[in-house]
């Protein structure tokens, strides 16, 4: 059962109308089975049209549903073999990331990324993808192992932002992503990151700065929340709506401004509503990105992705 | 549940007279004529102005650093006949972004409050003898905050000290990332980070001191990155911003809680300095880390 968001109230009503005349037909009442049909293809119709302008806000939405596949359905879906690593060797084991030795398409990379979970349960335990210094410690081992041995990196970035709580501080949660981000721009692979939800801050960017970032459709990338750029620069709650718009988080926007590299398209009505074809379509991205960077020697590899964030905003 | 690494300090806009100095900007001020009495934020001793300027803006009771500007930085830490550098030019207001104000109005107000065009400034100079370039970010623009403009004049200033063959002294202040960029002020993390390796590649010295407050994504990039990290007595120096670390927590936090003494005991900063040592301390770091002596 998809869960649909407020502002699918309409698509919602059309579906629950053909659920109910379906409830009742019983196969050899023609005119059902035509009302049903015509209501399906209205239902589809408003689908395509509302997904086709979502407002910055609705995506917002969108990359947050509690549907949307993260990375351990990505995990199963477009990669295989995943030998998961854990630990940053000096305090824990954080679950707000994951990462680990894979293959995509038959190449041996390293996949790291934030994972969200699915239920109250796995939420608890991934720290609703926040991850600790430690998370971020752990994604700068994995990625210095990927570079000592020539595995490229891939990341899926998930996160509303790390984790802000006392003992992330303690830890040195500032000095653990600064860390992380100067990780990225040291190894000597390649690296493709993807934000695949919501790209929260810095806590986004310590595994974000790659050589190219691509986002998905409706995915988001901001360096503050919309609620929270509303209280704090509208002192109020209620304008996050406007907050998303004007801080342009969309991968539409982010692609503009050259801070992305490429959209991986969605299906209709978002990732919620076909992870395995959405799956296809970010292995798909992810393998041309990294086919592109075959052959490049190590020096070239670092100084495109070190003058691709000198680049960005220049004027 | 907010969770960006931001707290309402960052865009903090100070409406103070354009004659009062940076250095009494963190004080309350009372309302005499001549404002020439303020009242210690810490411990609510009243100062006589004058003084307290003379003594580095450092309260002479209970030694509470005031907030000081990158003028007052520069005559503070550097030799005299320092050269200030330009600052680098960047789109203005890229996004035409508008809150509750245009951007390009608050940084015009910012512009006609404040010596420089932005939040960070470097000079060129020498630290008792020995090159070096130091930069200052300055609370009282916009909080310091860290957009473009901040990211830019930090990579021209490492540059600078490539160019130089010298170490590159960075003084951090800012409540976080400007917002009013958007993703724009989120990339100066990894852009500066940029500059700090290239720096380390030249083998030459990074130099950070944290002053009140310093927090959000310029503590997650470069204020975090230093060869040797100082901070000053009692900054405020965090990732996350109290208030929401309270918001998630739902408990009181702990006493000292992301000050500076507090990040020396969690080894995350190697000494707390005084502002009156701060000038010898980074004078015989650098007679250790320069590869030799440049003057
Ligand atoms: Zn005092």
Not at chain 1, 58 to 82: C, E, G
Not at chain 2, 223 to 236: F, N, R, S, T, W
């Amino acid at each position: 059962m998809t869960s649909f968001l407020d502002f699918e109230k309409p698509i919602a009503e059309l579906e629950a109308r053909i659920a109910e005349l379906r409830a009742t037909a019983d196969g050899s009442d023609l005119d059902i089975g035509a009302e049903i049909a015509k209501l399906e293809k209205k239902s589809a119709a408003m689908l395509t049209g509302t997904y086709a302008k979502l407002s910055p806000w609705q995506k917002t939405q969108v990359a947050r549903h509690p549907q949307r596949p993260h990375f351990v359905d990505y995990i199963r879906l477009a990669f295989n073999d995943f030998v998961p690593l854990g630990g940053d060797r000096l305090y824990g084991e954080d679950a707000a990331i994951i990462g680990g030795l894979a293959k995509l398409d038959g190449r041996k990379i390293m996949v790291i990324g934030h994972e969200k979970g699915q239920d109250t349960a796995s939420r608890i335990k991934h720290n609703f993808g926040m991850a600790k210094p430690e998370g971020y410690r752990k994604a700068i081992r994995l990625m210095e192992m990927a570079s000592k041995f020539g595995l490229p990196v891939v990341t899926l970035v998930d996160t509303a932002g790390a984790f802000p709580g006392v003992e992330a501080e303690e830890r040195g949660q500032a000095e653990a992503i600064a860390r992380s981000t100067e990780a990225c721009l040291g190894l000597q692979v390649p690296m493709v990151a993807a934000i695949v939800g919501e790209g929260g801050s810095g806590g986004a960017v310590a595994i974000a700065s790659a050589n190219r970032v691509l986002m998905l459709e409706h995915s988001v990338y901001s360096v503050i929340s919309p609620e929270g750029a509303s209280s704090i620069l509208w002192r109020t709650p209620d304008k996050a709506a406007d907050a998303a718009t004007a801080m342009k988080v969309t991968a539409q926007d982010l692609l503009d401004l050259a801070v992305i590299d490429g959209i991986v398209p969605e299906p209709v009505g978002g990732a919620h509503r076909d992870p395995a074809g959405t799956a296809r379509a970010l292995a798909d991205a992810l393998g041309r990105e990294l086919a592109a960077l075959d052959g490049k020697d190590t020096a070239e590899i670092v100084r495109q992705r070190e003058e691709r964030f000198l680049a960005i905003g220049a004027l | 549940m907010q969770t960006g690494p931001f707290n309402e300090i960052g865009t903090h806009h100070m409406s103070w007279l354009s004659k009062v100095r940076n250095s009494l900007s963190s004080l309350a001020k009372r309302d005499t004529p001549d404002n020439l009495w303020m009242k210690c934020p810490s411990c609510s001793q009243m100062l006589f102005a004058k003084d307290f300027e003379a003594n580095l803006s450092v309260c002479p009771h209970c030694q509470h650093h005031g907030r000081i500007g990158a003028e007052a930085r520069f005559d503070l830490l550097l030799d005299a006949g320092y050269t200030v550098l330009s600052t680098p030019k960047v789109p203005e207001n890229p996004l035409g972004f508008r809150d509750t104000k245009k951007y390009s109005d608050r940084l015009r107000a910012a512009r006609a409050s404040n010596p420089y065009p932005d939040a960070l400034t470097n000079a060129l100079g020498t630290i008792e003898g020995m090159k070096a370039v130091l930069g200052v970010q300055d609370f009282k623009f916009m909080g310091g905050s860290m957009g473009m403009a901040v990211g830019e004049a930090f990579v021209a200033g490492v540059e600078r000290a490539i160019a130089e063959k010298c170490g590159y002294v960075i003084c951090t202040a800012a409540g976080g990332a400007r917002m009013q960029e958007g993703i724009l002020s989120l990339m100066q993390m990894p852009k500066t980070t940029v500059a700090t390796r290239r720096l380390a590649a030249a083998g030459l010295p990074y130099i950070v001191i944290l002053t009140d407050p310093t927090t959000g994504g310029v503590t997650a990039s470069y204020a975090m990155l230093g060869d040797v990290q100082i901070a000053e007595p009692g900054a405020l120096i965090g990732f996350a911003g109290q208030r929401v670390i309270q918001d998630t927590i739902r408990e009181k936090l702990p006493d000292g809680f992301q000050r500076a003494e507090y990040l020396y005991d969690h080894g995350m900063v190697d000494m707390v300095v005084h502002r009156k040592d701060l000038k010898t301390t980074l004078a015989t770091l650098l007679g250790y880390l320069n590869r030799k002596e440049v003057a």
